[in-house]
Antibody, heavy 118, light 113 residues
């Protein structure tokens, strides 16, 4: 059974760096299974926004509009994927999800809500 | 980026009636190498993460009721709920995974008339 869980701060101040961790089980990102883990966010009352993805084969991709602020890393020994977003702004207030990707994102974490406020 | 545009933004349908949601991509998401459309549909209910309903434009996930169906190819796609049930009230999103830079549509809200 595949599960994912996001963790990180619920409140950050403007200009701070946000670090979120996705801890998963039930699959490995170190095998040649064409598996990936992605991050998607959703501001309150707004649409889903794809942020980044990391693949089993070390490939990583970022949303062009946020690429300069995002870093995605994986720790296969811990079954974790980390997303770092720099220079946080109130518009970055959102629920952040990590999800297991095969053909589409078939398993999602419950999400973690991050508020950016001074 | 491949821009995904859904229509309508919202629709209200009577119980038991058909609901149709459209999704248009700014570029084709059909692969010439495997003839597959890299298009997924999700359902999101309030306070829940999205749920994958359909991948490859028309392949229902295990456990998804057969009243949900996906169709289309290239740049134009449709999600159809053949007989709307109360539990289908939700937001629906399309997503392309043809490009490594994935994108979602803006969402369509389905309500009961």
């Amino acid at each position: 059974q595949i599960t994912l869980k996001e963790s990180g701060p619920t409140l950050v101040t403007p200009t701070q760096t946000l670090t979120l961790t996705c801890t998963f089980s039930g699959f490995s990102l170190s095998t040649t299974s064409r598996v990936a883990v992605g991050w998607i966010r959703q501001p309150p009352g707004k649409a889903l926004e794809w942020l980044a993805v990391t693949y089993w084969n070390e490939e990583k991709y970022y949303s062009p509009s946020l690429e300069t602020r995002l870093t995605i890393t994986k720790d296969t020994s811990k079954n974790q994927v980390t997303l770092t977003m720099t220079n946080m702004d109130p518009v970055d207030t959102a629920t952040y999800y990590c999800a297991h990707r095969r053909e589409g994102y078939n398993i999602w974490g419950q999400g973690t809500t991050v508020t950016v406020s001074s | 980026d491949i821009v995904m545009t859904q229509s309508p933004d919202s629709l209200a349908v009577s119980l038991g009636e058909r609901a149709t949601i459209n999704c248009k991509s700014s570029q084709s998401v059909l692969s010439s190498s495997n003839n597959k459309n890299y298009l997924a549909w999700y359902q999101q209910k309030p306070g829940q993460p999205p749920k994958l309903l359909i991948s490859w434009a028309s392949a229902r996930e295990f456990g998804v009721p057969d009243r949900f169906s996906g169709s289309g190819s290239g740049t134009d796609f449709t999600l159809t709920i053949s007989s709307l049930q109360a539990e289908d009230v939700a937001l629906y999103y399309c997503q392309q995974y043809f490009s490594a830079l994935e994108t979602f549509g803006q969402g369509t809200k389905v309500e009961i008339k």
